[in-house]
């Protein structure tokens, strides 16, 4: 069983692609079940993903958020214990230099099978790589929530995050910026999920970056 979460617009933005991409997968891939949920881009608010957590009972999370300018379908590797808001949540709260949790470990590691994942989107035709970085935004927040919480609590539960690049629309007054189609999205969350099931260890191919 999966549970994968989508944020709610933000920024003053009209489009929600990371949900609407979530929203349209099926509700089951392969025998996989699929729970999917709608979450706010809001610092505090959006750990209300754990109340699902502990009635959904799934065996993965995975969280997606959006990172315009990217080209690629991005598995992130890595969350840290900042926030560091550029502009502020969609309360208005915009946090500077702050701990995610005072307790915490300074990072985080994804226990999905990133570059197997992506190693199957490639397969399937799709721009994909490992990203070394969530950002300090709320996508790194709600990724760095996500594995403190099943680092400390329920250890037994593989979780992650993707980042996905603007869709058509997000573009139409940004030039040479790179998109991809919502169906394609779609697809790529899809075959994530597989990969999810199909790989119990990762594989070991290079996937580092210089910057």
């Not at 958020?65 to 969609?90: H, K, M, S």
């Not at 309360?91 to 226990?111: C, K, R």
């Amino acid at each position: 069983k999966v549970l994968i979460t989508g944020f709610d617009p933000f920024g003053g933005a009209k489009n929600k692609p990371a949900w609407e991409a979530v929203r349209a997968l099926p509700d089951n891939i392969d025998g996989i079940e699929v729970i999917k949920l709608q979450i706010p881009t809001v610092f505090k608010k959006s750990q209300e993903i754990f109340e699902n957590i502990d009635s959904v009972k799934p065996d993965v999370v995975i969280c997606v958020g959006q990172a315009g300018g990217r080209y690629e379908f991005c598995v992130e590797r890595v969350a840290i214990n900042l926030d560091d808001g550029r502009i502020p949540d969609n309360d208005g709260y915009q946090p500077v230099d702050t701990p995610v949790f005072e307790d915490g470990d300074t990072a985080y590691f994804t226990s999905l099978p990133i570059k197997g994942m992506v190693e199957e989107l490639k397969k399937a035709s799709i721009p994909a790589a490992v990203s070394n970085t969530a950002g300090t935004y709320v996508c790194n927040h709600i990724m760095y929530s996500l594995l403190y919480y099943l680092t400390k609590i329920l250890d037994n539960i593989r979780g992650g995050f993707i980042h996905v690049p603007y869709i058509p629309e997000q573009v139409i007054d940004k030039k040479n910026t790179p998109y991809m189609e919502l169906s394609r999205i779609t697809k790529a969350l899809e075959v994530s999920i597989k990969a999810v099931k199909a790989y119990e260890k990762d594989i070991i191919v290079s996937g580092g970056k210089e910057f």
